[in-house]
T-cell receptor, first 115, second 112 residues
Framework: GAGVSQSPRYKVAKRGQDVALRCDPI?????LFWYQQALGQGPEFLTY????????KSGLPSDRFFAERPEGSVSTLKIQRTQQEDSAVYLC?????????????FGPGTRLTVL | GENVEQHPSTLSVQEGDSAVIKCTYS??????FPWYKQELGKRPQLIID?????GEKKDQRIAVTLNKTAKHFSLHITETQPEDSAVYFC???????????FGSGTRLQVQP
């Protein structure tokens, strides 16, 4: 079956522009996570959804970052007024249950470059 | 919250040798520890995981050991092959967040 997909794969934005990154999780997966991966580093947690409920957004670096999953499937991560420090790979992951002790399946990521 | 430290940051071995990567974690409540392999420009992929009710798990050439008392866990790869070359990340489940806290990664290079 299809894995987690993300679009676009690459995004170049001018500083100050808004961007929207999309994640299509594996069908039926309850949990959805967004991570930010800087060059040469491990992924860092941004936010977590269980179905359509955003249960944790403590990793979002500023109020310019906003995520939603309105119907409990597709999720969008929006970054307003992008800054150069937002340049990173944004990874989405999904998991079949809500308890966390299952494999998280990662998407290929969106590489965001802010000029 | 959870903090995970990983060593070494780079590791070079000859084909056929073993490789060991070590991680420590800070939250004694953590009870799920996966290892991910990430090839250049690709997505992280799970290679093995361990839960805190076991001390060791093995899958062919890959094994993971967990010492809950010392709060450390290790990845062991035997009979390394060039295709094992990648960045490996350990992680611990932050039970409060239900999200993974990752180590900083180990770049493994297997020389043919």
């Amino acid at each position: 079956g299809a894995g987690v997909s993300q679009s676009p794969r690459y995004k170049v934005a001018k500083r100050g522009q808004d961007v929207a990154l999309r994640c299509d999780p594996i069908s039926g997966h309850v949990s959805l996570f967004w991570y930010q991966q800087a060059l040469g580093q491990g992924p860092e947690f941004l936010t977590y959804f269980q179905n359509e409920a955003q249960l944790d957004k403590s990793g979002l670096p500023s109020d310019r970052f906003f995520a939603e999953r309105p119907e409990g499937s597709v999720s969008t991560l929006k970054i307003q007024r992008t800054q150069q420090e937002d340049s990173a790979v944004y990874l989405c992951a999904s998991s079949p249950t809500g308890h966390g002790y299952n494999e998280q399946f990662f998407g290929p990521g969106t590489r965001l470059t802010v000029l | 919250g959870e903090n995970v430290e990983q060593h070494p940051s780079t590791l070079s071995v000859q084909e056929g040798d073993s490789a060991v990567i070590k991680c420590t974690y800070s939250d004694s409540a953590s009870n799920y520890f996966p290892w991910y392999k990430q090839e250049l420009g690709k997505r992280p992929q799970l290679i093995i995981d361990i839960r805190s009710n076991v001390g060791e798990k093995k899958d062919q050439r890959i094994a993971v050991t967990l010492n809950k008392t010392a709060k450390h866990f290790s990845l062991h790869i035997t009979e390394t092959q060039p295709e094992d070359s990648a960045v490996y990340f350990c992680a611990a489940l932050d039970t409060g967040r239900r999200a993974l806290t990752f180590g900083s990664g180990t770049r493994l290079q297997v020389q043919p």
